[in-house]
């Protein structure tokens, strides 16, 4: 099995929540078969300032995540509170976006 690891951009912010997210991040991994690939995941912050957070695009509160390695994967991913996530393939995904736009 690959070692895979869950890094969070910026480190120091709410490190509180960080077992939290990295619980439901690895959740999503072992769900989607997509994701069985990926060795690492980037948690990006929204603006420097929470984790979770909702916008326009997607209104349910959500961390999002790169998932480096993943097969057939185009960008980011929202992981939601439960672990569930909105995963589109490289086919449908839009071009990447600023995070302050995610």
């Given at each position: ?7 969070f951009n910026?480190?120091?912010l709410r ?64 992981v939601y ?22």
């Amino acid at each position: 099995m690959t070692t895979f690891n869950v890094n969070f951009n910026p480190g120091g912010l709410r490190t509180s929540e960080q077992q939290n997210i990295t619980l439901q991040v690895t959740r999503a991994r072992a769900r989607y078969p997509e994701l069985k690939d990926s060795y690492l995941a980037e948690v990006y912050s929204d603006r420097q300032e929470v984790w979770w957070h909702a916008n326009p695009d997607d209104t349910r509160l959500h961390v999002t995540v790169l998932y480096k390695g993943a097969k057939g994967i185009k960008g980011r991913v929202h992981v939601y509170e439960d672990g569930s996530t909105n995963i589109k393939s490289e086919a449908e995904a839009p071009a990447p976006k600023n995070e302050e736009e995610v």
